[in-house]
């Protein structure tokens, strides 16, 4: 799976939009981008994933430059439970093989 | 999404004994699951992949004699840690691989397992 770089930490104002940046310069042509978030003491949370379009559901947007080196997750209006860290991922759809976590972005939500 | 569920969420054991974690895919078929370790304040480190029916495969540097693993069946997986010891104390976390669906393949997670071995 290709590699992806991450700030490692983030803040954001409740209520305001939180704008979460991943670079994946090497990434291929059937890998997809993939988004998750692990809150403190627990299992990562699936969140969103995407090829090369822009992706929305009720949790975030996933927005994919058109080289598709880099993304960025959004999550429209940030909420204290927000506060996580959250992991960008590479894959092929459907890989056989198990995900592979860098050290994501740890997002903190401030009030 | 798919839920994936562990048990116990927490478990004491002491030295030398050994714990068993299971995890369960409560709303798909799982043919692929897959156990991660988390120590504190680090990433999730994937330890095995195990698929129904077959002997897991382990990642290098994962005792398979130390971290038995079974996939008897399409929504069940366990991970037992046999002589636990101090250092086991972790974080487990099990996911499974949703079959081709709406989501397409995608891994869901469990809630987690903390063991603590005294």
């Known amino acids: 799976d290709a590699k992806t770089t991450q700030p490692p930490s983030m803040d954001c104002a409740e209520g305001r939009a939180a704008n979460l940046p991943c670079n994946h310069s090497t990434i291929s042509g059937n890998e997809y981008v993939y988004w998750y978030r692990q809150i403190h003491s627990q299992g990562p949370q699936y969140i969103i994933h995407?090829?090369?379009n822009n992706e929305t559901n009720e949790m975030a947007s996933l927005i994919i430059t058109e080289d598709r080196k880099s993304s960025t997750l959004i999550l429209p209006h940030a909420t204290l439970r927000d506060t996580a860290v959250y992991y960008c991922?590479?894959?092929?759809?459907?890989?056989?093989?198990?995900?592979?976590f860098g050290k994501g972005t740890h997002l903190i939500i401030q009030p | 999404g798919a839920v994936v569920s562990q048990h116990p969420s927490r478990v004491i054991c002491k030295s030398g004994t050994s714990v068993k974690i299971e995890c369960r895919s409560l709303d798909f078929q799982a043919t692929t699951m897959f156990w991660y370790r988390q120590f504190p304040k680090q990433s999730l480190m994937l330890m095995a992949t195990s698929n129904e029916g077959s002997k897991a495969t382990y990642e290098q540097g994962v005792e398979k004699d130390k971290f038995l693993i079974n996939h008897a069946s399409l929504t069940l997986s366990t991970l037992t840690v046999t002589s636990a010891h101090p250092e086991d104390s972790s974080f487990y976390i099990c996911?499974?691989?949703?079959?081709?669906?709406?989501?397409?393949?995608?891994?869901?997670f469990g809630e987690g397992s903390w063991l603590t071995v005294v």
């Open positions: 996911s499974a691989r949703e079959p081709r669906g709406i989501s397409g393949n995608t891994i869901y």
């Open positions: 995407g090829l090369k």
């Open positions: 991922i590479v894959r092929v759809e459907g890989g056989a093989d198990g995900l592979t």
